[in-house]
């Protein structure tokens, strides 16, 4: 078995130029490919579906940042783009065992079931408002920018009581934060200042609770223990991010996906696939988070014939896993939205950490597409699909704009 710390890494893109490529490139190096990210910090990634379900449930693996040995030598510096998304700060997030129990419990007395499904004629109203916003028969539209990113956001700020005024400053801070191309001096400022916004909004939510998640995370308890103001303040921050990313992506992606397969299209607006369908072969196919960054070993841990070394680190690389032909067979790298194994994917993760907010993204993508091509069943790309561009973001499947062509007529 090899450790990998001689081995040729993989680099990962950090324009994110061919991602389907260094997908197939990091499936191909095996279950476990040695990478690098960009900085030039070495990790391994799990590449594959039955492997990452092992290691995402594995106790060696830790969200511990002190147990990772470049930290630990200090060869990781404060000003790293991606150090917001490796440490940020106390949440359920970056603890495990009984610390991750109690935070997770603690969120999902306010994140209930019941919440989600509250936001449905919240998220109705507000798709109808920004659908009614687009010209009809449009030269060319960018409905990322229209329509996939300001719903997911608005329902987010809705849902965790975060003023609208504040959207803005969010998406700035929101795309420095994500990306591996701001500048190294205005990394720190950022993580800074959205701490303080997301602190601003506890503290406001404290004075004066309401009914909102923020306020519902201050007030719950568990046998007399609540979340501190720091946890709020990082579980705050996290789900505002993971809550409207994941979403923006997911909506844009499908869109994509059905423009550039007809014959997928014309089955679900004819009814005979449902939008569900649309929505887990999107996820498992074009995944809107293509890694996920870190777990740290506590001991050795040995996968195939290599070894994730006591103090390595490991990201889960979904945009691999997803097209992984020992889960969906030979037809992996097809869209094909009548695939029996669709929602045999794992895009919101596997195990402890497994996404709080997976059912809210479905619910959202469920009531906007659905409404989307009904409004415009002719909708189609403005560009040829090789011209859409990703952003420098190697977490997220991020396009730049997804420029349309809106028709109310059918294609």
């Not at 197939?24 to 594959?48: F, I, K, N, Q």
């Not at 009614?132 to 849902?159: Q, S, W």
């Not at 789900?239 to 992606?253: D, Q, R």
Request: charged share 25%; hydrophobic share 45%.
């Amino acid at each position: 078995m090899t450790s990998g710390t001689e081995e040729l890494r993989i680099p990962l893109d950090p324009f994110v130029t061919d991602l389907d490529g260094e997908s197939a490139e990091l499936r191909a190096a095996g279950p476990l490919a040695p990478v690098e990210l960009p900085g030039g910090v070495p990790v391994w990634a799990v590449t594959r579906h039955a492997e990452a379900k092992a290691l995402l449930t594995d106790p060696r693996l830790v969200k511990d940042i002190n147990v990772w040995g470049a930290w630990q030598r200090g060869e990781i510096p404060p000003d790293w783009p991606l150090i917001g998304l490796v440490n940020p700060g106390r949440s359920m997030l970056t603890v495990d065992g009984a610390d991750h129990r109690r935070m997770r419990g603690l969120v999902a007395q306010a994140l209930t079931p019941r919440r989600v499904e509250a936001m449905r004629e919240r998220i109705t109203e507000l798709t109808a408002r920004l659908l009614d916003r687009l010209p009809a028969d449009a030269d060319v539209v960018d409905l990322k920018a229209e329509f996939a990113y300001p719903l997911p956001m608005y329902v987010v700020a809705d849902l965790m009581g975060i003023e609208e005024s504040r959207l803005p400053r969010l998406k700035v801070l929101f795309e420095k934060f994500f990306s591996t191309q701001t500048p190294p001096a205005e990394v720190v400022a950022t993580l800074v200042e959205l701490a303080g916004i997301m602190a601003e909004t506890v503290a406001a939510k404290r004075a004066e609770p309401g009914d909102d998640l923020t306020s519902a995370l201050v007030l719950a308890s568990e046998d007399g223990d609540r979340l501190t103001d720091e946890e709020i303040v990082s579980t705050l921050q996290l789900m505002v991010a993971a809550g409207h990313e994941t979403t923006i992506s997911l909506i844009v992606n499908a869109v994509v996906n059905l423009s550039t397969h007809p014959d997928q299209r014309a089955l679900v607006l004819s009814g005979a696939v449902d939008w569900s369908a649309v929505i887990e072969e999107t996820l498992r196919w074009s995944t809107p988070t293509s890694h996920v960054l870190i777990r740290f070993a506590t001991e050795d841990v040995p996968v195939g014939d290599r070894v994730i070394s006591a103090g390595d680190a490991l990201i889960v690389s979904y945009g691999a896993i997803g097209r992984d032909e020992e889960a969906h067979g030979p037809s992996a790298g097809d869209f094909d939205i009548t695939r029996e194994t669709r929602t045999r994917h794992i895009s919101f993760g596997h195990g402890p950490h497994v996404c709080p907010g997976a059912a809210l993204s479905r619910l959202e993508a469920g009531v906007a597409l659905p409404a989307l091509y009904a409004r415009f069943p002719g909708l189609d790309l403005a560009v040829e699909p090789s011209a859409l561009r990703n952003k420098p973001v190697v977490t997220q499947n991020d396009l730049f704009e997804l420029p349309v062509r809106l028709t109310s007529t059918t294609a």
